[in-house]
């Protein structure tokens, strides 16, 4: 059902199309904020279509929205649904630049994937960016959340990649560290402090620092490391890598 | 006569000991219980006698309290080792010591576990003799004398776990001898402690720390307290609650049993639980074969260690069962089939010894539901010890679940009706000389380095990569089996049975056109990677022009594309050219042979590695036709 047609946006599949397929969630939320959070963002002239900021500012409203369990999250329906017969525009909106007719792949996973795959699907990568990195605020409840590392993370493409699309951002606290040391504003300051003489971009930084991270893994078990032995680690990383120590292949 | 301890003296200017050498190394590695079992029990197993029967070791464990425990420790002469105890606190092992010293006396209570063995030889030898059980077991460090070169253990370091799992670090033995003694009469008692070397209190006098409960015979200063014998020890084993039946064996006393790594003290039932499962993990082999027993007493209860007992373990014990129904190929869940695998044994130094050697491989089948150590190979030798398992998940995408037993040794023929040959002694005794102290792999080791020449180090390092090759004949998915699709297919791609050796025709897709072995490891000592490999080609038609070598940086879900320096490489091969070109600005390792050559080996090492994560050897072959001239 999902042909090149649907994915060219040049129709559309309703409920009743998939109707023999969908299956009731067990409880009704209302996602009217985040129809009415697309609308607001859309009408923002700073944000370009297609921008990763559209998934920062989104993220908060989505993720206080969908207020689900992990397990409810798992379940690839669901964010089919979502993204097939709920939010369709939105991906359009978000993703259309990946589409080519000879290879659709790229269009298709962003409203099929899902499950054990967080950074594929449109709105799953979205919602699983923000549960990975937000901060529970003293209430607890939903609506005192903090999503500011949410934002700087999901702002910055190739933050965002290199985090969610690897095995260790499962791990909260290195996703964490990971969206606190290797965000814009912190690699920044750190250039502003002259400390480095000829530091690499800040991407550049970041997918060096991440891949030494992943490669550091093959021998340590992140589960069994401190806090404070994980922000040691990537900042001992970053350090090698704004000193262009780190055999750049 | 009175029992007590005594000390060794040492001049003020000797080595010191802050604690025990043999422990140490023990220490290290995996000082879980592990390590306790299977070392005890290989001690046992080695020192059976040579008749029809089993040896049989008890685990007895005792918590004493109150007056019970105030008469053992009186029995145990402790006030005098307690003095010398608090003088040796100024080391960490001392230290150690004073805190067990203290929660014996805070908890009231003393754990002490008992190992009796029966059927086995004792503790046999003169008191001062170079060579013998009584001195390899209780007085001498990494000195072995066990039978021959095949026992299971062949360094003498195994029984320091002893001392090691004692709190106070103080072990006693009871032994019946399986031969008279010349002088005296069975039981032979005597106790011995390892502590840290100390002075006296008024500090003219070296203890080297090892001390020595027993008789003292006569006034000589620093002479050290020997055995007591006969009705005496009997006495003795009495109060220390050590007598033991009247068949010959030993009866070890652990004082102050505890796991050194454990976080929380286990409790009695937990510990006799994980005792008998590791007894059957480790030695499921010697139980099957009726060579060994164990059991666990606590409260006055015995528990047998049965393989029924724990049927995880049932589907090696089948793979012998089933050998003489072996099938050709593993069809129906529980079939069993074998292959050959084999071992060239090197020469020895002195130019004696050597075989074409074989070892065996049992395969079979999983069942549904045999979840647990599926896709391990349990490596056995005549020791009847399991050796490692040896982890081959996913040895071929998709393939069969199974379990498997790699038969070495005196172990080769078991489960049919041969006797084992003259090749399987020397195989035997070669796979002895590759175990580490712990005897957990059979690996290139310093005694094999000493005993044999060349060729030793692909013999041992071969075997895991023979057996991995058989296995992947034998439970790769059948492909053939269902439609393959049009013939005309079928034939461009060679898929399935012709190529599962991982050899295949000149119309294999590429990455097929060689085969080979490749080996890498990193050296701790000059802290970088060395690596080797051998390639050729499949077809004999084909010969190699080129050989890339890199090293690849893994992460944790895949290859990634950083590589490690190359610093250089060799090769044995004939005319061959090397060179160490850059791709990607990183250096690699090239060789270029000389027209015609069919087979090339080379090794090498990288650079200096200091992050020490994982790393993989990368091999790309150019093959083409052989050129005529």
């Given at each position: 059902m999902v042909d090149n047609r649907f994915l060219a946006d040049e129709r559309e599949l309703t409920e009743d199309d998939l109707g023999p397929y969908l299956q009731p969630l067990g409880r009704s939320l209302d996602l009217s904020p985040i129809d009415e959070r697309i609308k607001e963002i859309r009408a923002d002239d700073e944000i370009e279509a297609q921008s990763s900021l559209i998934d920062a500012e989104l993220a908060p409203t989505l993720h206080r929205t969908l207020d689900l369990t992990r397990n409810e999250a798992a379940d690839t329906g669901l964010w089919h649904y979502l993204c097939i017969v709920r939010f369709p525009e939105f991906v359009h909106y978000r993703w259309d630049h990946v589409y080519d007719p000879e290879s659709p792949g790229n269009m298709k996973e962003k409203f099929l994937k899902a499950g054990t795959d967080a950074y594929s699907n449109a709105l799953h990568r979205i919602w699983w960016g923000a549960e990975l990195t937000y901060e529970d605020g003293e209430s607890g409840e939903v609506e005192d959340r903090d999503y500011s590392r949410t934002k700087r993370v999901l702002g910055f493409q190739e933050l965002a990649n290199d985090i969610l699309d690897h095995n260790f951002a499962r791990y909260v606290p290195v996703t964490h560290a990971c969206g606190d040391l290797l965000c814009h504003d912190m690699l920044n300051d750190i250039k502003e402090e002259g400390t480095y003489d000829d530091p690499p971009s800040n991407s550049n930084i970041v997918s060096r620092t991440t891949t030494l991270l992943r490669e550091e893994l093959t021998v340590r078990r992140v589960e069994m490391m401190e806090e404070d032995d994980i922000v040691e680690t990537i900042e001992d990383l970053r350090d090698v890598v704004m000193r262009r120590e780190a055999g750049w292949s | 006569m009175s029992s007590q301890w005594g000390f060794t003296t040492s001049r003020p200017t000797d080595a010191r000991y802050g604690d025990d050498v043999a422990k140490y190394a023990m220490s290290h590695g995996e000082p879980g219980l592990k390590t306790f079992v299977r070392e005890v029990l290989q001690n046992s197993n080695d020192a059976r006698l040579d008749n029809d029967q089993p040896a049989r070791v008890t685990f007895k464990l005792d918590s004493l309290q109150d007056d019970e425990a105030i008469e053992y420790l009186s029995a145990l002469d402790i006030d005098n080792w307690a003095d010398h105890a608090d003088l040796a606190t100024d080391t960490e092992s001392g230290k150690h010591i004073l805190e067990a010293i203290e929660r014996i006396k805070d908890d009231e209570e003393i754990r002490v576990l008992t190992i009796e063995d029966e059927n086995t030889e004792g503790l046999l030898g003169e008191e001062n003799a170079d060579e013998s059980n009584f001195t390899a077991l209780v007085r001498d460090v990494l000195f072995s004398s066990k039978s021959g070169d095949t026992a299971g253990g062949s360094y003498g370091l195994g029984k320091a776990v002893l001392w090691l799992y004692s709190g106070l670090s103080l072990v006693m033995f009871n032994s019946t001898l399986s031969e008279p003694d010349p002088k005296d009469d069975s039981p032979r008692l005597i106790g011995r402690t390892r502590l840290p070397t100390h002075k006296s209190k008024d500090g003219d006098t070296v203890y080297q720390g090892h001390g020595w409960y027993g008789s003292l015979n006569g006034d000589e200063a620093g002479a050290r307290p020997e055995s007591i014998w006969g009705d005496d020890a009997d006495g003795v084993a009495e109060d220390l609650q050590l007598s033991r039946p009247d068949v010959p064996g030993t009866s070890i006393q652990v004082v102050d049993f505890r796991v050194p790594t454990a976080e929380e003290r286990l409790d009695d039932e937990e510990l006799a639980d994980q005792i008998t499962e590791m007894a059957i993990e480790w030695f499921w082999p010697a139980v099957y074969r009726g060579d060994l027993e164990v059991a666990v007493e606590v409260d006055g209860e015995t528990k047998e260690a049965s393989i029924d007992e724990y049927p995880r373990y049932e589907p090696f014990t089948s793979c012998l069962d089933n050998r003489e129904d072996s099938v050709d190929k593993l069809e129906e869940r529980g079939d069993v089939a074998q292959a050959t695998i084999s071992l060239d044994v090197p020469e020895k130094t002195g130019g004696n010894g050597g075989a074409d050697g074989e070892l065996d491989l049992l395969v079979r089948r999983a069942e549904t539901?045999?979840?647990?150590?599926?896709n391990e190979v349990a490596f056995v030798r005549g020791a009847g010890m399991v050796v490692e398992y040896y982890d081959r998940d996913r040895v071929v995408v998709g393939n069969q679940d199974f379990h498997a037993v790699l038969l070495g040794g005196r172990a080769r023929p078991w489960g049919t009706n041969e006797n084992p040959g003259e090749a399987d002694t020397t195989v035997e005794e070669f796979l002895t000389a590759a175990e580490p102290p712990q005897h957990d792999e059979w690996v290139r080791t310093e005694t094999l380095a000493n005993t044999y020449s060349r060729g030793f180090r692909t013999a041992v390092e071969g075997i895991k990569s023979d057996v991995t090759q058989r296995l992947r004949g034998l439970v790769a998915p059948d492909v053939d089996r269902g439609a393959t699709g049009p013939q005309r297919l079928g034939n461009r791609f060679k898929i399935g049975n012709e190529s599962r050796e991982g050899r295949s025709d000149s119309e294999s897709p590429s990455s097929q056109r060689v085969t080979g072995n490749t080996n890498i490891s990193f050296d701790e000592v000059y802290t970088h990677w060395s690596f080797d490999g051998e390639v050729e080609p499949s077809n004999d038609r084909n010969e190699i022009r080129s050989v890339t070598v890199s090293l690849v940086r893994m992460a944790e879900e895949r290859a990634t594309s950083d590589r490690l320096p190359v610093q250089n490489i060799s090769s044995d091969t004939a005319g061959v050219s090397i060179s160490l070109p850059e791709e990607n600005g990183v250096q690699v390792g090239r060789l270029e042979p000389a027209p015609g050559t069919s087979e090339i080996s080379f090794e090498g090492v990288s650079k200096?590695?200091?992050?020490?994560?994982e790393t993989r050897l990368k091999v790309s072959v150019d093959v083409a036709e052989r050129r005529d001239d």
């Open positions: - | 539901g045999e979840y647990q150590h599926q200096r590695d200091s992050r020490q994560v």
